[in-house]
């Protein structure tokens, strides 16, 4: 069974840019999250995804922004880049997001802003 | 999980030890727990999980302690192997809510 896969692996942008990062979540998983990985904040909610709804949302600023696709494939959205937006984003992935059920990450995409 | 700082904390031990990693948590409302090894390149990936209802859990090679007397965690392996080497998270989630709260994390080092 294929893991939660992300792409691409590495991106470099300019600040003022926009970027897309896409995760496909293991088969039969309906739930996708989003989590900033930074040195400094550790590892911070952006939004939760299930059936085409973000369902949860972290406290990130409207730049931030996703969407889940009908086959469960989610991509998010970071408009404006900012130096400070540097980070590994992590996309996890869950039967159906509720109650105690584990969550499966990708490898994420290293993301650097110049 | 709490925030610990910029510095990531640091356990170096030698292969062979048993290795004590811990973790404090601030909502006495959260009733489950979850610890997490991410090795260099991946990411985090799941290792065991404890509820509120339990002050002990035994995995392979892992032990989950959980004091929420005093809001803290701690995650033990034993004879650590060099392939242990990676950075461990805990994180919490309380009932009502889905989306679990991830400490800063600890970089386990482990020497041959």
């Known amino acids: 069974k294929a893991g939660v896969t992300q792409t691409p692996r590495y991106l470099i942008k300019t600040r003022g840019q926009q970027v897309t990062l896409s995760c496909s979540p293991i088969s039969g998983h309906r739930s996708v999250s989003w989590y900033q990985q930074t040195p400094g904040q550790g590892l911070q909610f952006l939004f939760e995804y299930f059936s085409e709804t973000q369902r949860n949302k972290g406290n990130f600023p409207g730049r931030f922004s996703g969407r889940q696709f009908s086959n469960s494939r989610s991509e998010m959205n970071v408009s404006t880049l900012e130096l400070g937006d540097s980070a590994l984003y992590l996309c996890?992935?869950?039967?159906?997001?509720?109650?105690?059920?584990?969550?499966?990450f990708g490898s994420g995409t290293q993301l650097s802003v110049l | 999980g709490e925030s610990v700082g910029l510095h990531l904390p640091t356990l170096s031990v030698q292969e062979g030890d048993n290795s004590i990693i811990n973790c404090a948590y601030s909502n006495s409302a959260s009733d489950y727990f979850i610890w997490y090894k991410q090795e260099s390149g991946k990411g985090p990936q799941f290792i065991i999980d404890i509820r509120s209802n339990m002050d002990k859990r035994q995995g392979q090679r892992v032990t989950v302690l959980l004091n929420k007397t005093v809001k803290h965690l701690s995650l033990q392996i034993a004879a650590t192997q060099p392939g242990d080497s990676a950075v461990y998270f805990c994180?919490?989630?309380?009932?009502?809510?889905?989306?679990?709260?991830f400490g800063r994390g600890t970089s386990l080092i482990v020497h041959p």
């Open positions: 996890a992935s869950s039967l159906t997001g509720r109650g105690n059920e584990k969550l499966f």
């Open positions: 994180a919490d989630l309380t009932g009502g809510s889905y989306i679990p709260t």
